[in-house]
Nanobody
Framework: QVQLVESGGGLVQAGGSLRLSCAASGRTFSSYNMGWFRQAPGKERELIAAISRSGGRTYYADSVKGRFTISRDNAKNTVYLQMNNLKPEHTAVYYC???????????????WGQGTQVTVSS
């Protein structure tokens, strides 16, 4: 079993940056593909970035390409999401999740963190 804890969210002005972290418990972190999802009020949860077990493969939603970067450190059991040039429409709760398959589908993710709020003011 994997437990995930996100951190790094907060309030930032438009144009600013945040770095989210997701710390995983257990010794099997490197066995899981990791994803960052976000859910804005009244909207469905959507995958914005994913990274494979080794970090050699990444995926980004079109809406964040060139602006967000996902990375992982398997030695530290942590996955990161660097978010630059943030806009008010990026305001949402951000979740990290772990999956045995490399997928963009929330249902294929087995473990979820509790989420961290990101609020971008204009």
């Amino acid at each position: 079993q994997v437990q995930l804890v996100e951190s790094g969210g907060g309030l930032v002005q438009a144009g600013g940056s945040l770095r989210l972290s997701c710390a995983a418990s257990g010794r099997t972190f490197s066995s899981y593909n990791m994803g960052w999802f976000r859910q804005a009020p009244g909207k469905e949860r959507e995958l914005i970035a994913a990274i494979s077990r080794s970090g050699g493969r990444t995926y980004y939603a079109d809406s964040v390409k060139g602006r967000f970067t996902i990375s992982r450190d398997n030695a530290k059991n942590t996955v990161y999401l660097q978010m630059n040039n943030l806009k008010p429409e990026h305001t949402a709760v951000y979740y990290c999740a772990a999956a045995l398959v490399f997928s963009s589908t929330p249902l294929q993710y087995d473990y979820w963190g509790q989420g961290t709020q990101v609020t971008v003011s204009s």
